[in-house]
């Protein structure tokens, strides 16, 4: 009922402010790419043996380049794909994009909110605050949520668990931050979260 609720709550949200829009743009190229890529990387923990949760979420990279509003529809689409390419059942795959998808997503959209907030704008505030740290925190406390209430990483304790979401939070963290340093430098239109008046103006004098 939980997970029902928050993604609920979350789909509406983020359908009020109509996302759909910004696809009449660049946005759209991010977007089908997503659509097309991610589903595969949320099917790893179905494809590999068992023990080995290796989990990519990408939600946080979707939020810089789609904006929160545009990221939560996009990743309901990932869901419906890993449900329906996969083999796991309906709750299994509610909880992943739960979890997964839209809980890093909106810690991701809080982050970066208070860096915007509380730090100067600065290119290495975007690309190392958002897209790296910001990107690791927003996995590892979405993880150690989930394992508080679900716990479901057998025959491991919590602070085992908690230690192997960390490690996994800094891998998703490690490919976010480079992608985004990618894209400011080569392809900015891809980034609904950047903006060229705001990160590269010049200091005041």
Do not use: C
């Amino acid at each position: 009922m939980l997970e029902l609720l928050l993604a609920g709550v979350a789909l509406v949200a983020a359908l009020a402010v109509r996302p759909w829009r910004l696809l009449r743009g660049p946005l759209l190229t991010p977007t089908l790419a997503a659509l097309a890529l991610l589903p595969w990387f949320w099917l790893l923990p179905q494809k590999l043996p068992s023990g080995m949760a290796v989990q990519f979420s990408g939600a946080s990279l979707l939020v810089l380049m789609l904006g929160w509003p545009l990221a939560v529809p996009v990743l309901l689409a990932v869901a419906v794909a890993v449900w329906w390419l996969g083999h796991a059942g309906w709750e299994a795959v509610l909880s992943q994009w739960v979890w997964v998808g839209l809980v890093p997503a909106t810690l991701a959209l809080v982050i970066g909110w208070a860096l915007r907030r509380w730090l100067p704008p600065n290119v290495f505030i975007y690309t190392l605050g958002r897209g790296f740290i910001g990107t690791a925190v927003a996995l590892f406390a979405s993880g150690a949520l989930y394992e508080g209430i679900h716990h479901l990483m057998a025959g491991v304790t919590v602070h085992e668990a908690l230690v192997a979401r960390w490690l996994m939070a800094w891998g998703d963290a490690f490919l976010t931050g480079l992608f985004a340093a990618v894209f400011v430098a080569f392809a900015p239109q891809w980034l609904a979260t950047w903006s060229d008046e705001r990160y590269l103006r010049p200091p005041p004098s």
